[in-house]
T-cell receptor, first 109, second 112 residues
Framework: RKEVEQDPGPFNVPEGATVAFNCTYS??????FFWYRQDCRKEPKLLMS???SGNEDGRFTAQLNRASQYISLLIRDSKLSDSATYLC??????????FGKGTSLLVTP | NAGVTQTPKFQVLKTGQSMTLQCAQD?????MSWYRQDPGMGLRLIHY???????DQGEVPNGYNVSRSTTEDFPLRLLSAAPSQTSVYFC???????????FGPGTRLTVL
């Protein structure tokens, strides 16, 4: 079983819609959690870190549920430019990051 | 700052050939790592380094060697290329273990 699981999608949503992605992780000792964004044929870039108290950055809200071992990302008022693959990333002890396979989002006019 | 740079951008090898993928960063980051990304597999860690002279294996190290003689450079060597090593390779660096990882633009490698 992969350590970080995501629904690959694709999620097709119209502009202005709200969309949510979930991600589950298997290691209860995981310490840090992130969402990265990857555009087609480009490198991943950090979208936001995920904290136990939840955090918000503009139209993006990330939440962590340690008891159920899942992480969520909510995107409000979707823009065409939000079309990308969203990678759920978990760090256990040490340095190594564990990446989910990504969830593909396509925002249509 | 150029950030994280990788060369070459594209490479085609024949089975059995060896080559080195170059990675450099100018942000004075201690941590550097190599990932490979395959369709349907996500990114997988090959090797990483927590400072000059220190390297360690990741999830999929077989067939690859690394060294870290300077803070800036972290080359990845393919010893004897195999078709299974066809992939997109990303180098990343970060200031610390829990800090944002910055990725290079990637090297697209095809092994025939």
């Amino acid at each position: 079983r992969k350590e970080v699981e995501q629904d690959p999608g694709p999620f097709n949503v119209p502009e202005g819609a709200t969309v949510a992605f979930n991600c589950t992780y298997s290691n209860s000792a995981s310490q840090s959690f992130f969402w990265y964004r990857q555009d087609c044929r480009k490198e991943p870039k950090l979208l936001m870190s995920v904290y136990s108290s939840g955090n918000e950055d503009g139209r993006f809200t990330a939440q962590l549920n340690r008891a159920s071992q899942y992480i969520s990302l909510l995107i409000r008022d979707s823009k065409l430019s939000d079309s990308a693959t969203y990678l759920c990333v978990v760090r256990n002890s040490g340095y190594a990051l564990n990446f989910g396979k990504g969830t593909s989002l396509l925002v249509t006019p | 700052n150029a950030g994280v740079t990788q060369t070459p951008k594209f490479q085609v090898l024949k089975t059995g050939q060896s080559m080195t993928l170059q990675c450099a960063q100018d942000m004075n980051h201690e941590y550097m790592s190599w990932y490979r990304q395959d369709p349907g597999m996500g990114l997988r860690l090959i090797h990483y380094s927590v400072g000059a002279g220190i390297t360690d294996q990741g999830e999929v190290p077989n067939g690859y060697n690394v060294s870290r003689s300077t803070t800036e450079d972290f080359p990845l060597r393919l010893l004897s290329a195999a078709p299974s090593q066809t992939s997109v390779y990303f180098c990343a660096s970060s200031y610390s273990g829990d800090d944002t990882q910055y990725f290079g633009p990637g090297t697209r490698l095809t092994v025939l």
